[in-house]
């Protein structure tokens, strides 16, 4: 699995950062090494609310640390930065562990997971369980595992992209009302602690 490094950030120029990112910014990452790019921005979270979350997906570790350090040698990139006034908060990297469906949607949300850390196949597995419910309400979910995030109180994210956050909610309810979940919850050590909502911007 691949690496994704995330940045939680505050955006002063929202449309000029997106209209950066989809077009030259975004091709000038993937010649930085990155096979993925995305940006969403936190609309309904708590203190979180206006944030922006930008993600980078690596291959390796070594790529990620190489990519963020060219970033920051890049003085395009860093004009574009300054003008659109990227405020960085927080950086994390993580480990995709498991991934189902397709990333695209007018909208994200990010499920905040602590607990025991899981093994790769029990992640894939409760993906694949969620999926049975959460695909009436989304397009594709991601299961990621933290490798660097200081001291978080959570040790794992799902992200899930969606067309509707009615149907995405739904879905969601029945999933933790599956008895089959709440069964793997309980042995395997691990509780949902927060969720975000997003509007996607690349």
Avoid: H
């Avoid at 979180?48 to 350090?69: H, N, P, R």
């Avoid at 595992?145 to 978080?152: C, D, F, H, N, T």
């Avoid at 969601?172 to 969720?195: C, H, T």
Wanted: proline residues 1%; charged residues 20%.
């Amino acid at each position: 699995m691949s690496y994704l490094y995330s940045v939680l950030a505050s955006i002063g120029n929202v449309q000029e950062f997106a209209a950066a990112g989809s077009g030259w910014a975004g091709d000038r990452m993937k010649e930085l090494g990155a096979t993925d790019f995305n940006a969403n921005q936190i609309i309904m979270g708590g203190e979180l609310a206006g944030m922006c979350i930008v993600g980078f997906e690596f291959e390796t570790i070594d790529a990620a640390m190489a990519g963020q350090a060219g970033l920051y040698q890049d003085a395009q990139m860093l004009e574009m930065m300054r003008d659109t006034q990227v405020n960085v908060s927080r950086r994390i990297l993580f480990r995709i562990q498991s991934e189902i469906g397709e990333r695209q949607g007018r909208y994200g949300s990010v499920l905040y997971i602590a607990g025991r850390p899981l093994d790769d196949a029990s992640a894939a597995s409760n993906l694949e369980l969620s999926w049975k419910t959460i695909s009436e309400g989304a397009n594709g979910m991601i299961g990621l595992q933290a490798v660097a995030a200081g001291a978080s109180p959570f040790q794992g994210t799902v992200v899930t992209s969606t067309d509707s956050l009615d149907e995405l909610m739904a879905a969601s309810a029945k999933n933790f009302a599956d008895p089959e979940m709440a069964k793997r919850m309980g042995e395997q050590g691990w509780n949902v602690i927060g969720r975000v909502l997003m509007n996607r911007l690349i």
